[in-house]
Structures are given as C-alpha cells and as structure tokens.
C-alpha cells in the first residue's frame, strides 16, 4: 500500500501523546507510516516524550519567530512538511483502534476515483481506572451524509477518521488559520465539493471527552463558535454557486442551517423561513425526509459506554 503521512498536532500533551503515537506504530500497516508530531511550543513533558520516539518520529517545533498557532496552523505545519501520497490527522489526546489505517486506506487503493474515506469515531472516557467507550458517530450512515459531509448534520465526520489523499489539498488549499473554530468543518465541506468520498464501517479512532493540560483549541463561548459556524456556512453557499454545484439537498441544508443561526434567538422567524424554503427547495427538502425519519422513530443506543471489546466484536453495521 501507499504511504500515510500522519500529523499530529500538539501543545503541552505530556499525558496524551505517548498513547497517540503508540496507536500509529501499533497499525499493522501494509505500507509506510510517516508520524509527523507538530508541536506548537509546549512548556511541559511533551517535547521529551516524542524524542523518546527516536527515529520513529519526524518533529516539526514551531520556530520562534512564527506568529501562527492554535490548532489550524499546527495542523498546517505538519501538512506542509508531509512527504507521502495520503494523509491522516490525529489528535494527541486521540488514538487510533486496531486496523484503523489499512481498512481505510485498502479502499482508497481500490477507488482511484476518491478523495477521501472516513470511518466510525468512539468516544471515549476513563472511570476508575478503565476505559469506557460509547458511539460518537451516527448509527445510519446515509448516501447524502457521505456526499455532503457537514452539511448533513452532526456526528458524521471529524478530524481523526478522515483519510485523504495528499493532492486534496493541493487543490482545495490548508486549514484557515484566520477562524478560531469550525476552521475543520470549512475545510471538509471545501474538500466534498470537489472530491468524493467514502464510508469504511468499522470503528476506528477514539477521541476523548475528557481532558487535562492544555488544549490546542481556543475555548471560546458560543456566540463566537455560532458566528465562525455562520461564517464558513455563508463561504460554503457561495461557493455552491460559484462552483455551479447542482444539489438541492445540499442548498436546501445549507440555507436551512444558515436561517438556524441566524434566527436562533427569534425561532418564529427561523420558522417561517423554513416553510419558505421547503417551498422553494421541495426536492431539497423530500430528500430530508429519511433524517426526520431516523429522528423520530429509530430507537439510538449511543449513550451506553462499554469496554472496547464490545465495539470491536459487535461493529454497528449502517443503511449508506
């Protein structure tokens, strides 16, 4: 197989990072595995930690005249020093499950014609000393979930269970380093306006929920996180124009969303304007039916926590 260059970025992740890097060389991968750890000027163990690597590691310190941090440049730095054809993020407080790498990327070997695969993200938890996992993704994967990753809804798609080839970006362009969040959901959305993806169904990341030290990502409150979301939103539906993208279930989703944030403290008129909408994108909004549907009336057992085991032996098999 092809090679995988995987970019972690990290700041002050003394108790994490072992663990991330330790799930990458765990990978019985078929092909090369190029660990780039970008760090973005830790102050603790950290640093120390990742030489422990030796040379089974590539370190990108970020210099001290470099004005860019948080976590889109990071990322940036590490995407730019990357040398193999496909690409994976990894968090350093994350890490991957068994295989996670080669089920991805045997189908991207055999689909020349995809830009990316994504897989299933488990939460995870540490109580009395064990690990306890639950489903972060969404139990029915559908067709317009895979086209229109993001703009579907939630809990589809995130940074860890994402393999892309490297030439994505090269077209499509990095993260934005100007927002101070949802700068990955802009950059996901970018990418499936181009390229087609895929969903591997296997279980093959874990991101903690619950976290000590310090975060790559700014804490900020929620009109800042709605106002970025808004942003990147209002970018996608001109790009949906200037692209001459035709998919009504994409710009139905997306104006819906965009009414959403931008009435969120008047819902009468979000309300108003969605009815407008359905009358105005009625294939839009047929084609959201199945969402409404699985909302209703399909029974979700994401909220159990279980031992890894579980995950691994009883794999949640979607309708895509």
Not at 9 to 17: A, G, K, L, M, S
Not at 45 to 61: A, E, P
Not at 247 to 267: E, G, M, P
Not at 269 to 286: D, K, Q, V
Request: net charge positive; aromatic share 12%.
């Amino acid at each position: 197989m092809q090679g995988i260059s995987i970019i972690i970025p990290t700041y002050n992740r003394e108790d994490y990072i072992a663990e991330a890097i330790q799930s990458v060389l765990d990978q019985k991968y078929e092909g090369e595995l190029e660990i780039i750890i970008s760090d973005d000027g830790s102050t603790d163990k950290t640093l120390k930690i990742v030489q422990s690597f030796g040379n089974k590691v590539r370190m990108i310190k970020k210099g001290k005249d470099c004005k860019s941090q948080g976590v889109s440049a990071t990322r940036n730095r590490g995407l730019k020093a990357a040398t193999q054809p496909y690409i994976a993020f990894l968090d350093s407080d994350d890490f991957y499950l068994p295989d996670c790498l080669n089920n991805s990327a045997s189908v991207l070997e055999k689909n020349y014609n995809l830009g990316f695969v994504f897989c299933r993200t488990l939460e995870m938890k540490e109580e009395n000393e064990k690990k306890l996992y639950r489903p972060w993704t969404q139990r029915h994967i559908l067709k317009n979930d895979i086209k229109n990753v993001v703009v579907s809804r939630k809990n589809i798609i995130q940074t860890d269970c994402i393999l892309f080839r490297k030439y994505v970006f090269e077209n499509v362009g990095y993260f934005d380093e100007s927002l101070s969040s949802s700068e990955d959901s802009d950059l996901w959305m970018r990418v499936s306006e181009i390229y087609k993806g895929m969903f591997v169904d296997h279980y093959g990341v874990a991101y903690r929920v619950v976290h000590t030290g310090s975060q790559l990502t700014i804490d900020l409150n929620n009109e800042i996180i709605r106002q970025n979301y808004l942003l990147v939103s209002e970018r996608a539906l001109e790009r949906y124009y200037q692209l001459g993208l035709r998919d009504s279930f994409r710009v139905f989703s997306l104006r819906l969303r965009i009414s959403n944030l931008k009435y969120h403290k008047a819902k009468i008129l979000h309300y108003l304007n969605s009815l407008l909408l359905i009358s105005r994108y009625p294939f839009g909004f047929f084609r959201k039916i199945p969402y409404l549907w699985i909302r209703l009336f399909v029974k979700d057992n994401n909220n159990e926590w279980h031992e890894l085991l579980y995950y691994l032996t009883n794999e949640t098999k979607s309708d895509a």
